[in-house]
């Protein structure tokens, strides 16, 4: 009998996913992952395993990631590297995000930050901010969810640039890519949308040395990784005005401590990684039909390159 286990780092949440699984994959078996090994499982259902736990069961055929990244599978430095990861993305999760991006980029663009300042201290004051069409944005990532959130922000009326490693054609986005492409890509973009995958060259990608070759007074969306930014620059480059203000969904320790200085910082708006937080109903569904798909056919819609590290 096929076998499927689930790890996500808290009882109850596992125990409703294999509650929800178990409903929807019959004549197969169900059950909280055994980090110590037994028993011989087929699918591992995971976010952020931990190191060693995949590679004690010999028998898996797929991991199965909570998500659409899999930088908290491939971070295990015994991961078993021949397992196909099959990501979870679906039509919610991309519908989330093109919220998101839309929200945060509009509450930039309308400098949302200065008028709510300003009701704190009762002071009518009208800003003028430019026409959509005559603010030039751009998505780091046109990847599943990257290429939606960019035909949302030009849908709206957004000069809207992507930027991505291999050349990708986006309906009403100017296209760049590659080292090459990134410096003509920042010097346009004002404000400035992450949702690239976490990977040995997108880490810390968010630094000074970005910043700095954004126009000054840029804002700056990550709804990426956390490993993307390096929070320090970050607050060096808002003290400065290099960049007028930071919307994050993402960061480098997760939950994020009462004291960091995020939390405080007048030109940062945190949002606790609910950019796409997928219910577990719609993200089992969506993982039911990967295991079906993958058990069916030896491969599943939407798999990873582990090579390429997303
Ligand atoms: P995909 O794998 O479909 O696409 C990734 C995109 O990033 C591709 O366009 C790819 O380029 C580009 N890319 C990768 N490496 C580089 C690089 N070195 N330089 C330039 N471009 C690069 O990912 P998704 O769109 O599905 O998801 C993107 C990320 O969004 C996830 O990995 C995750 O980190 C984040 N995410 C965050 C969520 C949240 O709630 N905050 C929820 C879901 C996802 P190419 O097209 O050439 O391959």
Known sequence: MTRVAVWLG???????????LSSLLPGIEVMPMDTA???????????????????????????VSVGAGVDHVLRDPELPKHLPILRTTG???????REYVALHVLAHHRDLMTTDAQQGRAEW?????????????????????????????AGLGFDTAGWSRSPRE??????FHGGSGLHDFLSRTEILVCLLP???????????????????????????????????????????????????????TEPMPADHPFWQHPRIRVTPHIASYIDA??????????????????TAPDVADANRGY
């Open 198 to 252: 976490l990977t040995d060259q997108t880490r810390d990608i968010l630094n000074a040395d970005l910043f700095a070759r954004l126009p000054r007074g840029a804002a700056v969306i990550n709804a990426g990784r956390g490993g993307h930014l390096v929070e320090a620059d970050l607050i060096a480059a808002l003290d400065k005005g290099q960049l007028s203000g930071a919307t994050l969904d993402v960061f480098r």
């Open 91 to 97: 039509p919610d999760m991309v519908q989330r995000l």
């Open 125 to 153: 004051k009208q800003l003028v901010t430019p026409v959509a069409s005559k603010r030039r944005v751009g998505v780091m990532g046109l990847g599943r969810i990257g290429a939606a959130c960019a035909r949302t922000l």
């Open 170 to 175: 986006v309906a009403g986005v100017a296209p």
């Open 281 to 298: 109903a719609t993200g089992a569904s969506v993982v039911a039909s990967s295991i079906l798909a993958f058990d069916r056919n030896g």
């Open 37 to 63: 090994g037994a028993p011989d499982i087929d699918y591992a259902v995971v976010w952020a395993p931990p190191a060693g736990a995949l590679a004690r069961h010999p028998g898996l055929k797929a991991i």
């Open 10 to 20: 808290d009882a109850a949440e596992d125990q409703e996913w294999v509650d929800l």
